[in-house]
């Protein structure tokens, strides 16, 4: 007995090896499943490098965008720039969403002058408000700059800016562009969007640079862009600090602080990021100097205009158009080799697909 | 031979079995040491956190900064505040370095004034210059307000951003205080660069939101308190954009476009941040409406006072100082129940110590 006793001690430890072997093989195979996992993700990481702006079509804008990221973001490339120093700017309208038939705010500004008229009857005879009440599109027109400035004045101050932000804030959400029927958070281009995150996730800080309301842009950035309010630039009026009620309260006052246009895109730049930009993005001769800024600056550089020549899809307009031309940071733009997108040849969508 | 075969064979098994058991047993083992250096790692963690502000003793301040920034950063927590909302805000001259006998940017204003002298003869014979050049501490405090803002002017302004922060840059690298001896950079307090550090390391952003220059803090905060310029709020001149030889360059006017102290710093904070602080720390009444304006917002909300109590290591004054008065914002913190820091029994030390 003492043999077979022996072998079934074999037969015992046979299975105990083979049992003790499978989970051997099993446990030797994690770290081999796990560099595959890695193996996958790594490679799933260059897909979506390769893909990170799946809605350009790859032409010269995007090659350009990329060589130029990939190379500022290469440890020991004579190019590379250290992460605290990759400032990225975006003009809005035009840039990041549409534009057209007027800028956005500018409804915002008409739908509040309706919403506010009944507490203002005098409004009925006065101008520009009487044409903005009546639909009267010549009337608005003819009141021109001053009456827009009006405008603005009574619409955007004389409140305080956590009132000013709930009423843009609801009104972001339930108005419609006139001619899409599209809620405005959706009249964002998908591809500037994935421009955005793709810089983004190289470790550049995004900014907004806007001849819009600082104040309007903020109330919905950080959920449309995921751009915080602190990275939100914009022309912006004085406020004044008070007690209201005994509450403390900043009041916006109809005085303007800066006019974030033109020359005055470099001079907000400079006053609230204090750090010259390596990459800026524009659609017009308001960015002409934004771009001109960044791209005198030492070291590697990108300036990029947004071309819109989509008459079909977007809107089609340049060196004429009455509200954003592109005239003047055209011809800079063909002089200085800044990068010009083809809206109806480079971007395979313009807004993002419909949720 | 067979049976010793088999023995052979079975010795052979026990001793692979041997060897299988073992390495089992080390791979079983991983998990567990694994979990040991994860434990050993959250402690570190514990002691980290708590050791986090080691040059702050176990006081009230100390306590009721950790506690308030434990619970804002506890997931699940009923005062847990999301990452994007914990905004710090710091004022400068007191709070995060020192600001006797002067405000140490009047330090480099003055020797702005004397490097510049050979360039303005006329100063010779002109207040508050003349005072400044002799070294006539009373002929330059005759000079009073005015005599402040022309001497600001006239050091401040005139030149490119980048010539001005190339100046700054220089200066606090070489000059040194008049009663320590030391660089300005090592005159700021160590317990508050650990709080910096502490905050930040809990998903704060910090800013300063000060009443000294926007631009001359800005030369040195980031290498000094790891604050990049964008974050660094304070009082500002208008700038122009103009082609200067064809460069674009941005000069700093003479004229202010923001005075970021009293109740200008929820105004600074508004404009700049665009969202209420959660976390404000100050020394003086010119911080005030910045605490009060934190701590107004709904939820968790910590405001803190530096109070210079520590003529032996640093400075003694409160309600009666001529230049940065504890006196209306010490009545609102003892109402309010804001934390005052009582320097020299809550601080273990006061400056760095020497490199």
Redesign the interface.
């Known amino acids: 007995m003492k ?1 077979a006793r ?2 079934l ?2 037969t015992r ?2 299975m ?2 083979r049992m ?2 499978t ?2 093989l099993w ?1 030797a195979a994690w770290p081999v499943l796990a560099t595959d996992a890695q193996a996958t993700d790594a490679l799933a990481s260059d897909v979506r490098a390769a893909d990170a702006l799946p809605s350009w079509n790859d032409g010269a804008s995007k090659r350009a965008i990329v060589a130029f990221v990939e190379k500022v973001t290469t440890q020991g490339s004579s190019d590379f720039v250290p992460a ?1 120093e990759r400032i990225a700017v975006f003009d809005n309208d035009g840039t990041l969403w549409a534009e057209k038939p007027v800028p956005f705010e500018l409804y915002f500004t008409s739908d509040r002058i309706r919403a506010l008229a009944p507490q203002h009857p005098e409004w009925k005879t006065t101008e520009p408000y009487r044409s903005v009440i009546a639909n009267d599109t010549k009337g608005v027109a003819a009141a021109g700059k001053q009456g827009v400035m009006e405008m603005l004045a009574a619409t955007h101050a004389g409140m305080s ?1 956590d009132e000013f932000n709930r009423i843009v804030g609801e009104w972001i959400t339930t108005a419609r562009h006139p001619q899409t029927g599209k809620p405005y958070p959706q009249m964002i281009y998908q591809p500037m969007l994935e421009l955005l995150e793709y810089v983004r996730s190289k470790g550049f ?1 995004t900014y907004i640079v806007s001849g819009g309301g ?2 309007f842009m ?1 109330a919905w950035t ?1 959920r449309v862009y995921g751009i ?3 990275q ?1 630039i914009g022309s ?1 009026g ?5 007690l209201v009620d005994g ?2 309260t ?1 009041v916006k006052l109809a005085k303007v ?1 800066l006019i974030d246009d033109g ?2 895109k ?2 907000g730049i ?6 010259r930009p390596i990459f800026a993005f524009g659609n017009s001769d308001g960015d002409r ?1 934004m771009l ?2 960044t791209t ?1 600056g030492s070291g590697p550089r990108f300036a990029g205009l947004v071309h819109h020549t989509d008459s079909k899809r977007e809107y089609a307009y340049d060196r004429k158009d009455a509200l954003a031309k592109l005239d003047k940071a055209w011809d800079q733009a063909m002089q200085q080799g800044w990068t010009v997108v083809d809206m109806s040849k480079e971007w395979k969508v313009v807004y993002p697909a419909t949720p």
Chains 1, 2 share one sequence.
């Not at 004085?238 to 008070?242: D, G, Q, T, V």
């Not at 400079?270 to 750090?275: A, L, M, S, T």
Request: proline share 10%; charged share 35%; net charge positive.
């Open positions: 043999f022996k072998d001690r074999m430890m046979r105990r090896m003790v072997a989970i051997l446990m605290s800016t800080k600082q104040e903020r950080e915080p309010p602190g939100v912006n004085e406020l004044e600090y008070r509450k403390p900043l602080a020359p005055g470099p001079v400079q006053r609230f990021i204090g750090r100097q001109e800024w005198a």
